[in-house]
């Protein structure tokens, strides 16, 4: 993250988007976006990351690393969709 971003996410970590774009790559890996929602309602995007895949332990070390560097917690709300 730069500069810019860790200011961004430690003023405007109330509303916190994480969004994931599966596999649309040459890589055929994902690209996971962290956006926040600054105060005019814009989207601002503070971090990003490729990652090989969904599990539980890529996510938990995403979301450790973005804590580390931010040094804010945020309050995360997520849809899991359990594959049949």
């Not at 790559?25 to 994902?30: A, G, R």
Request: one cysteine or more; charged letters at 25%.
């Amino acid at each position: 993250m730069s500069p810019d971003q860790v200011n961004a996410y430690g003023k405007y970590h109330d509303i916190v988007i994480i969004d994931t774009t599966l596999r649309t790559n040459q890589f055929d890996m994902i690209l996971m976006l962290v956006i926040v929602v600054d105060n005019n309602f814009k989207n601002l995007i503070v971090a990003a990351a490729i990652l090989e895949d969904e599990t539980e332990v890529t996510f938990s070390w995403t979301l450790q690393e973005l804590k580390n560097s931010c040094d804010v917690i945020p309050i995360i709300l997520t849809e899991f969709k359990k594959e049949t």
